[in-house]
């Protein structure tokens, strides 16, 4: 059986990249899917489909992860996601265009919940992430192609 176009799935709810998801989505004619809790402008690009999910935790992951499979990109810097999508064969990669797969996802989930655990003892601990940045679009875009080069050889 033929398989079919890759699917770029991305959790959209504060996500930084949907324009140049759909930019490059567009370039590949590959088929886009934005997935939020509402709130988001639907894209008049006809390769894009908007779903809206019911307002309940995790509701878009969970809508994510049923569907992505080899083959597909999903876009997302929620990690307990990635980890389900990159055992379901997707291709994963975080807005700032950092990659996660079987190689390393195991880690960054150690390294997420050691972070959660160390924001509960610590409050003061709280909002020391950096901000997002020019450098991070541009390791996006070209990570998105690599992953669009892939899944087409794929």
Not at 93 to 119: C, F, K, P, Q, Y
Request: hydrophobic share 40%; net charge neutral; with cysteine.
């Amino acid at each position: 059986m033929p398989k079919s176009d890759p699917v770029i799935y991305v959790d959209a709810d504060a996500c930084p990249v949907k324009a140049e998801v759909e930019r490059v989505g567009t370039r590949h004619r590959a088929r886009m899917v934005i997935v939020s809790n509402g709130g988001i402008r639907p894209s008049q690009n006809p390769l894009v489909e908007t779903v809206i999910v019911s307002a309940g935790a995790d509701e878009a992951d969970k809508w994510i992860a049923e569907r992505a499979g080899p083959g597909d990109v999903v876009v997302t810097s929620d990690i307990p996601l990635a980890a389900k999508c990159v055992e379901a064969g997707a291709q994963v990669l975080r807005h700032d265009g950092s990659e996660l797969s079987e190689a390393n996802i195991g880690t960054v989930l150690a390294t997420r919940d050691l972070m959660a655990d160390m924001r509960a003892a610590d409050p003061f601990h709280q909002g020391r992430g950096r901000s997002f940045s020019k450098a991070d679009r541009s390791r996006f875009l070209d990570a998105l192609e690599r992953a669009m080069q892939r899944a087409k050889r794929a």
